[in-house]
């Protein structure tokens, strides 16, 4: 059974870093894609990152908004994703998900709020 | 990027009736490989996302067959073919053809 289970999420003051890691399990974590995704509070859904395969180059995607302030990176040996995120901002506070290649299933997610 | 716009945004609907969310996109969603990444996302209230549909008529492993998905180009339709109550929450149309990937605003599903 394909598994996500994110972590690291917390209160933290803007400006300030933190990292979350998504735990996958049930599937060649190797072959595929990963990536994350957030919701803020009172908005929609919104794509933060994806990281390829070590096949497909292992190259990274961001969105706009995140772009130089976040870090996606992957451990194929530990089946693990993790988001550096540095330089935080209020807007960051949303509860982050991750997954695999946008498909199910989606972690319970971590939530990230960042606030003085 | 890439503008999604869905219509509508609040949805009421009556159970055991059908429902239709519209999707469009600011530019065409099929790829050079020919194919179409406009997928449909339902997030029910205090869940996790799940996404329902991919390539715009893909019905996911689990997903009811009530669910329904088409349309090509920029314009894409969800429809329900009979609410249930299970159904109440938020629909997301989402494009994966063009970086980066971008979701429409969300349209609230409710019962009457």
């Known amino acids: 059974e394909v598994q996500v289970v994110e972590s690291g999420g917390g209160l933290v003051q803007p400006g300030r870093s933190l990292r979350l890691s998504c735990t996958a399990s049930?599937?060649?974590?190797?072959?595929?894609?990963m990536s994350w995704f957030r919701r803020a509070p009172g908005k929609g859904l919104e794509w933060v990152s994806l990281i390829r395969s070590k096949a497909n180059g292992g190259t990274t995607e961001y969105a706009a908004s995140v772009r130089g302030r976040f870090t996606i990176s992957r451990d194929d040996s530990k089946t693990i994703a993790h988001l550096q995120m540095n330089s935080l901002k209020t807007e960051d506070t949303a509860v982050y998900y991750c997954n695999r290649e946008g498909t199910n299933p989606w972690g319970q997610g971590t939530l990230v709020t960042v606030s003085s | 990027d890439v503008v999604m716009t869905q219509s509508p945004l609040s949805l009421p609907v009556t159970l055991g009736q059908p429902a239709s969310i519209s999707c469009r996109s600011s530019q065409s969603l099929i790829y050079s490989d020919g194919n179409t990444y406009l997928n449909w996302f339902q997030q029910r209230p205090g869940q996790s996302p799940r996404r329902l549909i991919y390539k715009v008529s893909n019905l996911d492993s689990g997903v009811p067959d009530r669910f329904s998905g088409s349309g090509s180009g920029t314009d894409f339709t969800l429809k329900i073919s009979r609410v249930e109550a299970e159904d109440v929450g938020l629909y997301y149309c989402?494009?994966?053809?063009?970086?980066?990937?971008?979701f429409g605003q969300g349209t609230k599903v409710e019962i009457k």
């Open positions: 989402m494009q994966g053809t063009h970086w980066p990937w971008t």
């Open positions: 049930g599937f060649t974590f190797g072959d595929y894609a």
